[in-house]
């Protein structure tokens, strides 16, 4: 029998240096969860299907079930422990909670996460962009109107004005504009 050899790496996790010794096949996810005690993170499939466990690194939305944490050396990383400052909540859970945009909460974390990359990534215009950026993710419970809400209302994208073409389901703008 051989000994497994283990890895020395360093990531900043939620703003904290952090040292592990991991074997090259642990992923991100369970680095995160087991090694490092931050459970907010989930484990939904662990096939990147469905989303729950979406983080940032270095400001990118991952599906960490799908990254070796040895990969990850040197980066930092954001789960949803590390986006509250102090009692503060992040704009994206406070939306959250005001739009009831979650049911049994198992993906909110992983939902959270996706929407704060999204934003960075400047590419939502309107809802339906919201929509198709957040198709990664997955909420069983279906809560996707309110999470659609959630994130425009962060995002500044307000409902339909008149004169605009309205997703009747959903009550927000197409983007298309009625003549």
């Given at each position: 029998?051989?000994?497994?050899?283990?890895?020395?790496?360093?990531?900043?996790?939620?703003?904290?240096?952090?040292?592990?010794?991991?074997?090259?096949?642990?992923?991100?996810?369970?680095?995160?969860?087991?090694?490092?005690?931050?459970?907010?993170?989930?484990?939904?499939?662990?096939?990147?299907?469905?989303?729950?466990?979406?983080?940032?690194?270095?400001?990118?939305?991952?599906?960490?079930?799908?990254?070796?944490?040895?990969?990850?050396?040197?980066?930092?990383?954001?789960?949803?422990?590390?986006?509250?400052?102090?009692?503060?909540?992040?704009?994206?859970?406070?939306?959250?909670?005001?739009?009831?945009?979650?049911?049994?909460?198992?993906?909110?974390?992983?939902?959270?996460?996706?929407?704060?990359?999204?934003?960075?990534?400047?590419?939502?215009?309107?809802?339906?962009?919201?929509?198709?950026?957040?198709?990664?993710?997955?909420?069983?419970?279906?809560?996707?109107?309110?999470?659609?809400?959630?994130?425009?209302?962060?995002?500044?994208?307000?409902?339909a004005q008149p004169g605009q073409?309205?997703?009747?389901?959903?009550?927000?703008?197409?983007?298309?504009?009625?003549?």
């Amino acid at each position: 029998m051989y000994a497994q050899q283990q890895h020395p790496i360093r990531l900043r996790i939620n703003g904290q240096d952090r040292d592990f010794a991991v074997e090259s096949w642990v992923t991100l996810l369970d680095l995160l969860r087991e090694r490092a005690g931050l459970t907010g993170t989930k484990k939904g499939c662990d096939h990147g299907q469905c989303g729950a466990c979406t983080v940032l690194v270095d400001g990118r939305r991952i599906n960490s079930c799908l990254t070796l944490a040895v990969m990850q050396d040197g980066h930092e990383v954001t789960t949803i422990e590390g986006l509250a400052q102090g009692d503060a909540l992040d704009p994206l859970q406070q939306a959250f909670i005001e739009h009831d945009a979650f049911q049994c909460g198992y993906c909110t974390p992983g939902q959270i996460c996706s929407a704060k990359g999204l934003i960075a990534e400047g590419q939502a215009r309107c809802f339906d962009d919201v929509r198709e950026l957040m198709s990664g993710n997955l909420c069983r419970c279906g809560a996707y109107p309110q999470i659609a809400r959630a994130v425009g209302e962060v995002l500044g994208i307000a409902p339909a004005q008149p004169g605009q073409a309205v997703d009747e389901q959903e009550g927000f703008t197409t983007g298309a504009v009625l003549t």
